[in-house]
């Protein structure tokens, strides 16, 4: 698509340098337009971006992390959270600089990582070894890690109410979760290709057809898309 924007437009797109902060691409997501786009287009993704109307990259990496088994169940709270502020809360004072961008919810593997180090006296091995048995999905180590844990932040003045709301928080990540570098990869390849649909629709859509002409299925849904796009 870059290059076609280049020979047809003249027009270099430095596509690891285009502004995050784009208007048209953000009004394509929160429209609901995301066939093509990397990541976002299946329908239970597109139904949760219209509700949610992103606006900043962050809420495009929350996505692609919440957009799993296991995490799912938080993409209601998350988008209550982004359109109203003051349902922000955060499990404990300690954890407002790392769930900050995350709007106080746990996401990624590093928040929970992050978590028992900050709240349970876990070291950065102890953690590590805490996120391979989310990872392993081995009940056994995750009981361990369960008591470990409810120990540790007990033996560091925490209530225990607050300490098995914590763990309830955390237990959907026994399933599946991202790490953040992973979200953050996805997240930032995601906007890369609703920013081009956005900006350049009928160079990105012929990019598109090209990459995926051996399916003929997607190459149709791409003409379709490109009819209500009003390309010819």
Not at 33 to 52: A, C, I, N, P, W
Request: charged fraction near 25%; hydrophobic fraction near 45%.
């Amino acid at each position: 698509a870059i290059k076609i924007v280049s020979k047809t437009k003249g027009v270099d797109v430095d596509i690891e340098n285009i502004p995050v902060d784009d208007k048209t691409t953000f009004d394509l997501l929160a429209k609901g337009h995301t066939m093509g786009v990397f990541q976002l287009s299946g329908d239970g993704m597109t139904k949760y971006l219209v509700e949610l109307r992103p606006t900043r990259v962050e809420d495009i990496m929350a996505m692609v992390a919440l957009y799993r088994p296991g995490p799912i169940e938080f993409i209601p709270e998350y988008i209550k959270r982004k359109h109203n502020p003051k349902l922000i809360d955060y499990p404990h004072e300690l954890l407002v600089d790392i769930l900050e961008k995350s709007l106080g919810l746990l996401i990624y593997q590093d928040d929970v990582m992050l978590t028992a180090i900050k709240l349970a006296g876990y070291s950065w091995l102890e953690a590590d070894l805490f996120r391979k048995a989310m990872g392993k999905k081995i009940p056994e180590l995750m009981l361990e890690q369960e008591k470990k844990f409810m120990d540790g932040c007990v033996a560091n003045g925490i209530s225990k109410e607050l300490v098995k709301d914590l763990w309830g928080r955390i237990k959907p990540f026994a399933m599946y979760a991202f790490n953040k570098s992973h979200s953050a990869s996805y997240g930032m390849v995601a906007y890369q290709t609703a920013y081009m649909k956005a900006n350049y629709p009928a160079e990105y859509m012929a990019s598109l057809m090209t990459a995926e002409s051996a399916d003929l299925e997607k190459v149709a849904a791409a003409v379709h898309e490109c009819g209500r796009m009003g390309i010819k």
